[in-house]
């Protein structure tokens, strides 16, 4: 693969490796960020930077999945019992590919369904470029509800209880990866990201990931005094009574 002559990409080329520098330009090339900014995120499967868009004075957020070191077993694990993935192969780069290209699928579903969600602008391969949730002028991103604690508990619950509800019943999905890590507290109000392990409600596995969503939720909330119980909770987002077992 040809080198990186380009200076201004110089500084990147301890960070990444070619290919994502050349997916990164490409992504400038067309226009959807100048310059990544600053670090927001450096976890186990992805590094999230803030973005510049000098011509519209905004900052993005590029969501950059690392190709060498994610772990794509656990991917090929979760994304085989999508319907959507029936004919995945497991092989490193098509199952993260894949897993990229489904958050962004699942991203623009929830959308639709009126959720609030982060838009997703563009993807290349490992990478997503969406909305920042936050200042887009400055490029401040909102906390995470774990660092930032609802003000009324009981007024943001509810709120979310609406979100999961359109989630499951709308966009026909689960989130799958919900915790106070994974939720946004924007102006006192919630945002969903994360969507990586979003699943169709019909996926073989989508009823366990609910009860795990419902479990870390019960639990968060509990916490800040908001009473609730997973059964009750789970009523609200499918709609159906629970069946006696
Ligand atoms: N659109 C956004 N606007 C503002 N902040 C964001 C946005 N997306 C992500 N972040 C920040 O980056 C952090 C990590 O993002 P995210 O949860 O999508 O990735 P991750 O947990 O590292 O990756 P994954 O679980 O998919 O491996 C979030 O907790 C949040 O603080
Ligand atoms: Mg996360």
């Not at 490796?17 to 310059?35: A, E, G, S, V, Y």
């Not at 919900?178 to 009823?207: C, F, G, R, T, W």
């Not at 800040?224 to 789970?234: D, I």
């Amino acid at each position: 693969m040809a080198r990186i002559t380009h200076e201004r990409w110089k500084v990147f080329e301890n960070v990444f490796d070619q290919f994502t520098i050349k997916d990164i330009i490409k992504l400038t090339k067309q226009q959807h960020f100048d310059n990544l900014v600053s670090p927001i995120s450096i976890g186990k499967e992805a590094n999230i930077f803030s973005a510049i868009h000098r011509e519209q004075s905004i900052y993005r957020i590029v969501k950059i999945y690392r190709l060498e070191a994610c772990n794509f077993n656990k991917m090929y694990d979760y994304i085989k019992h999508d319907p959507r993935y029936f004919n995945i192969k497991k092989q490193r780069r098509q199952v993260i590919f894949s897993w990229v290209q489904r958050e962004v699928r699942n991203l623009m579903k929830a959308r639709k369904a009126g959720c609030r969600v982060p838009m997703p602008i563009t993807l290349q391969h490992h990478i997503i470029v969406m909305k920042l949730i936050g200042n887009e002028k400055t490029g401040a991103a909102a906390q995470r509800l774990k660092q930032a604690s609802p003000k009324d508990p009981q007024a943001f619950f509810d709120d979310l209880v609406k979100q999961l509800s359109l989630l499951y019943k709308k966009a026909k999905l689960v989130h799958g990866d919900l915790s106070e890590y994974n939720i946004l507290n924007y102006k006192e109000k919630p945002v969903i990201i994360d969507m990586s392990q979003s699943s169709p409600v019909d996926a073989s596995n989508a009823e366990e990931l609910l009860d795990r969503d419902i479990r870390n939720m019960v639990k968060y909330f509990g916490k800040h005094g908001v009473k609730t119980s997973a059964k009750e909770l789970k009523q609200k987002i499918t709609g159906k009574k629970e069946r006696k077992k």
